[in-house]
């Protein structure tokens, strides 16, 4: 396998969508349920938790890209196969997509146990995994540039959702918020650890790096959807906590949607049902975004054919949605992912880093050879 | 020749013999001018003091359509296309002089995409008469029209029209490769070639526009487009075309600019009503009961007591009853056609109420998508907007709002998935152009809309100084 991507301009896309990418791929199922997990770990100073994990997730953009820019036009997958080897670079490609195999997973279950509890008890599993899966395949199969423009028009699908909030902000009590900096050092970065759960997805960058035209501009682009990634879920955040009283706060499992609950308009008494359904449009960029880097990393690392991995991993995916049922299973299944995610995201890169960094000096002392192995 | 034609009386041969020489005239007696005929190549041949040759004939005869042609074949190609051969015995081959005599309906008013304002001309059936009016709008010589012949039984001229300086030269070439390489016995008409060579055949949505007005499509080339005409067809080809400019209508330029906006985004709102409200009832009150506002919910109650049939069934059969009376208006004669909507939509509508069969506000929304869904400019696009209801409505009765968003969702992936020539059909929404929204979206003034839309590549993007565009410069009085 070559660990460079020689592609055509045509397949490339603007770095102006590299914002809307990241974004989509960041917010999901995590947002949902944000704010109670949160408030459990870092209580009052929630919003201190996000803005310690927004300040991190720069420094990891920061990071990501000086690994790539280290190379050509390459992604993790050659990054690894370069710095560990053929063998061990393979090895971690593969557990690599399991982990985003996972992680498509929870995103599945959680959105669609949502579905069942807010609107539709007796929706059955499979039908809605089928309808995500449908939509996943059907925008895969249109290439690189239909899956980035599913993310795009998705985003502005859904992004006015944020709107309606200005209602629970009207019945805030600001008296929640105080007295700020009364959690511990330690609770505050368990909450930040508990936002990192939930704004998995930073990986994406990893994947499309070399499908960029103007790779100057990725970085402000990046920096731009973390960004608004971190301003959403602070958001979000402070207004639960301002809206719910503390203990409602802690029986609040997916606080975000409970804040429509209040919204009503003439034509629609509760909003909160058409933002349920709404929100599968914000989950199908995820599902398509994470799909993608399954059978793009698949093709990378096996020469598999895309269209065959496509319908199996598919397959997969519904089997393994349909077979765990239990809303504890479910639980299971988030904190396991949430963990994994947290150290192939928010760590990983750093060893990555450190292995470049180590090999590079051992090169130059070998050598003066150029760091493109090509 | 005879054999040719199968005996048909139709071929007139008239042998003339003139200073010992035999001189063949042959025509399709329906097809020539017959006053030319006789005044022009008849009256010199006869009447001429000098032996004929075919240079004499070339040269002599009034005429500047004319050519010499060898074979057969070509012989009988040319006289069934309005020519007339003539053929000088001992001479090798026969001279031919172009004098053909259409019939058709001349320039009429549009019929299916009328204007309230602007010019009113549509496109006839006459090819001929198409490319006079196309040159005569666009009266530039870098204008080209490309000619081809497709059919292999029956042959039927197409030309692809566009701008030398322009059009982007991938599309042209898109366009010439996919009509050249079709291997096809007839087309019947422009919008069967437009089938053959879209992008995507399995999808509702055109992907080429088909127009059949003159203005409309020279816009288009103006812009950088490429056209194609087809003989024997009163619509043209335009493309490549985005989703966003079957909601364009040339009065939205002849309009006020804020007129033209407005009624443009009346368009858009127009079709999202027609694809949502209906299946947005059916989800509602299937499922979602808390949606609904209580003070409307007692009206709605109240108006549903007696229907006994799910919502679902309830939209469809009323669906299905205005797609019948639509149906059945286009049919019937215009004068009949009148009378059927005022029975259709009145009687069958009021007598359902009473009946029970449907409610009276479910007849209120089924109107309203049926209006919003004739507000589309362009007829195929209204077509495919009303097709993609039904299925929306059916998913809306099966699983409600989760339907709903799943059928909207799987719309604007395939519409991500579409392409026209080649270019991308949602331009200028992806990829974002955000330019080309002054053209596509909006209507913004002249003045401010100094460039063309670059979605369609064209060579040359700016339309004039927008420095000078605002400037206005007065006479004033000493």
């Given at each position: 396998m070559n660990i460079h991507i020689r592609l055509n301009p045509d397949k490339a896309v603007h770095a102006f969508y590299v914002f809307f990418i990241i974004h989509t791929c960041q917010i999901g199922a995590g947002l949902m349920g944000v704010p109670r997990i949160l408030f459990l770990e870092a209580g009052v100073d929630a919003w201190v938790s996000v803005l310690v994990t927004g300040a991190y997730m720069h420094v990891l953009v920061l990071l990501m890209l000086t690994i790539l820019r280290n190379y050509e036009n390459t992604d993790l997958i050659g990054v690894q196969m370069d710095l560990f080897g053929r063998w061990i670079g393979k090895g971690l490609g593969v557990l690599?997509?399991?982990?985003?195999?996972?992680?498509?997973?929870?995103?599945?279950?959680?959105?669609?146990?949502?579905?069942?509890?807010?609107?539709?008890?007796?929706?059955?599993?499979?039908?809605?995994?089928?309808?995500?899966?449908?939509?996943?395949?059907?925008?895969?199969?249109?290439?690189?540039?239909?899956?980035?423009?599913?993310?795009?028009?998705?985003?502005?699908?859904?992004?006015?959702?944020?709107?309606?909030?200005?209602?629970?902000?009207?019945?805030?009590?600001?008296?929640?918020?105080?007295?700020?900096?009364?959690?511990?050092?330690?609770?505050?970065?368990?909450?930040?650890?508990?936002?990192?759960?939930?704004?998995?997805?930073?990986?994406?960058?990893?994947?499309?790096?070399?499908?960029?035209?103007?790779?100057?501009?990725?970085?402000?682009?990046?920096?731009?959807?973390?960004f608004f990634t971190t301003i959403l879920i602070l958001l979000v955040t402070v207004v639960s906590?301002?809206?719910?009283?503390?203990?409602?706060?802690?029986?609040?499992?997916?606080?975000?949607?409970?804040?429509?609950?209040?919204?009503?308009?003439?034509?629609?008494?509760?909003?909160?049902?058409?933002?349920?359904?709404?929100?599968?449009?914000?989950?199908?960029?995820?599902?398509?975004?994470?799909?993608?880097?399954?059978?793009?990393?698949?093709?990378?690392?096996?020469?598999?054919?895309?269209?065959?991995?496509?319908?199996?991993?598919?397959?997969?995916?519904?089997?393994?949605?349909?077979?765990?049922?239990?809303?504890?299973?479910?639980n299971f299944l988030t904190s396991i992912t949430g963990e994994v995610g947290f150290w192939v995201v928010f760590v990983y890169p750093w060893l990555l880093y450190a292995v470049l960094l180590l090999k590079k000096v051992f090169r130059k002392g070998n050598s003066n050879e150029k760091m493109d192995p090509n | 020749m005879k054999k040719k034609f199968h005996n048909s009386t139709d071929l007139i041969q008239k042998v003339f013999h003139i200073k010992g020489q035999a001189i063949v005239v042959q025509f399709v007696s329906y097809l020539v001018d017959r006053e030319r005929l006789?005044?022009?190549?008849?009256?010199?041949?006869?009447?001429?003091?000098?032996?004929?040759?075919?240079?004499?004939?070339?040269?002599?005869?009034?005429?500047?359509?004319?050519?010499?042609?060898?074979?057969?074949?070509?012989?009988?190609?040319?006289?069934?296309?309005?020519?007339?051969?003539?053929?000088?015995?001992?001479?090798?081959?026969?001279?031919?002089?172009?004098?053909?005599?259409l019939d058709d309906r001349g320039l009429n008013r549009a019929e299916t995409e009328s204007l309230v304002f602007g010019p009113q001309v549509s496109f006839t059936e006459s090819l001929n008469t198409n490319l006079n009016v196309v040159r005569w709008r666009l009266d530039t010589d870098d204008l080209v029209m490309e000619k081809l012949i497709v059919g292999e039984r029956i042959p039927s001229e197409v030309r692809i029209v566009y701008l030398k300086s322009m059009a982007d030269k991938e599309n042209v070439a898109t366009f010439r490769e996919r009509i050249k390489n079709l291997q096809v016995d007839q087309i019947e008409d422009s919008s069967v070639l437009g089938q053959l060579i879209e992008d995507s055949s399995t999808s509702v949505f055109p992907q080429l526009i088909f127009t059949e007005?003159?203005?409309?499509?020279?816009?288009?080339?103006?812009?950088?487009?490429?056209?194609?005409?087809?003989?024997?067809?009163?619509?043209?080809?335009?493309?490549?075309?985005?989703?966003?400019?079957?909601?364009?209508?040339?009065?939205?330029?002849?309009?006020?600019?804020?007129?033209?906006?407005?009624?443009?985004?009346?368009?858009?709102?127009?079709?999202?009503?027609?694809?949502?409200?209906?299946?947005?009832?059916?989800?509602?009150?299937?499922?979602?009961?808390?949606?609904?506002?209580?003070?409307?919910?007692?009206?709605?109650?109240?108006?549903?007591?007696?229907?006994?049939?799910?919502?679902?069934?309830e939209a469809l059969l009323l669906e299905i009853l205005i797609e019948l009376?639509?149906?059945?208006?286009?049919?019937?004669?215009?004068?009949?056609?009148?009378?059927?909507?005022?029975?259709?939509?009145?009687?069958?509508?009021?007598?359902?109420?009473?009946?029970?069969?449907?409610?009276?506000?479910?007849?209120?929304?089924?109107?309203?998508?049926?209006?919003?869904?004739?507000?589309?400019?362009?007829?195929?696009?209204?077509?495919?907007?009303?097709?993609?209801?039904?299925?929306?409505?059916?998913?809306?009765?099966?699983?409600?709002?989760?339907?709903?968003?799943?059928?909207?969702?799987?719309?604007?992936?395939?519409?991500?998935?579409?392409?026209?020539?080649?270019?991308?059909?949602?331009?200028?929404?992806?990829?974002?152009?955000?330019?080309?929204?002054?053209?596509?979206?909006?209507?913004?003034p002249f003045q401010k809309n100094s460039r063309r839309p670059v979605s369609t590549m064209p060579q040359d993007p700016t339309r004039y100084n927008s420095s000078k565009a605002e400037e206005h410069k007065d006479v004033k009085s000493p």
């Open positions: 690599y997509i399991l982990y985003i195999f996972l992680l498509l997973l929870t995103v599945m279950k959680n959105y669609i146990e949502v579905v069942q509890v807010f609107i539709f008890p007796q929706i059955p599993i499979w039908l809605m995994s089928a309808f995500m899966l449908i939509l996943m395949v059907y925008s895969i199969l249109g290439g690189f540039r239909v899956v980035v423009g599913t993310s795009f028009l998705f985003f502005f699908l859904t992004i006015w959702l944020v709107l309606p909030v200005y209602k629970p902000v009207t019945f805030m009590d600001w008296k929640h918020l105080t007295p700020i900096f009364m959690s511990s050092p330690m609770e505050i970065l368990a909450g930040a650890k508990q936002v990192a759960y939930s704004v998995l997805g930073l990986e994406i960058l990893f994947f499309i790096y070399p499908y960029i035209q103007n790779k100057k501009k990725i970085a402000a682009a990046a920096h731009a959807g973390v906590i301002g809206y719910f009283s503390p203990d409602e706060l802690k029986e609040t499992v997916w606080a975000t949607l409970s804040l429509f609950k209040i919204i009503s308009f003439s034509i629609i008494e509760r909003f909160d049902f058409l933002a349920v359904a709404l929100w599968m449009m914000v989950i199908i960029p995820n599902i398509v975004l994470f799909g993608w880097i399954i059978i793009h990393s698949l093709k990378r690392l096996f020469s598999f054919p895309k269209k065959p991995s496509l319908y199996i991993t598919a397959l997969m995916l519904f089997f393994f949605s349909v077979l765990i049922e239990e809303r504890i299973g479910i | 006789e005044r022009e190549i008849l009256n010199a041949l006869t009447s001429s003091p000098k032996r004929w040759t075919n240079d004499t004939l070339m040269n002599k005869i009034p005429i500047a359509a004319s050519e010499c042609v060898s074979s057969v074949d070509q012989i009988t190609q040319k006289v069934l296309h309005g020519s007339i051969s003539v053929y000088i015995e001992g001479e090798k081959e026969a001279v031919i002089f172009a004098l053909p005599k007005l003159p203005d409309r499509f020279c816009n288009s080339i103006v812009k950088g487009r490429v056209g194609v005409m087809v003989d024997k067809s009163p619509t043209m080809l335009v493309g490549p075309m985005s989703l966003f400019s079957f909601f364009e209508s040339t009065e939205d330029l002849y309009m006020r600019w804020n007129m033209g906006s407005f009624i443009r985004m009346l368009r858009f709102i127009a079709m999202a009503i027609s694809i949502i409200l209906t299946p947005m009832y059916v989800a509602a009150l299937t499922y979602h009961y808390e949606i609904i506002p209580s003070t409307l919910l007692v009206s709605l109650g109240q108006s549903r007591a007696t229907v006994p049939f799910p919502p679902v069934l009376l639509r149906e059945a208006g286009a049919r019937l004669p215009t004068k009949v056609g009148q009378t059927m909507g005022i029975v259709g939509g009145i009687v069958l509508g009021q007598a359902a109420v009473q009946a029970g069969f449907t409610s009276n506000i479910l007849i209120i929304i089924i109107a309203l998508s049926a209006l919003a869904s004739f507000t589309a400019p362009s007829y195929l696009m209204g077509t495919a907007v009303r097709i993609i209801r039904f299925p929306m409505i059916i998913l809306a009765g099966m699983w409600g709002l989760v339907g709903i968003v799943f059928a909207l969702s799987f719309l604007i992936i395939h519409l991500l998935k579409q392409k026209s020539l080649g270019r991308p059909y949602l331009a200028p929404i992806y990829p974002f152009q955000w330019r080309d929204f002054n053209d596509s979206l909006f209507r913004v």
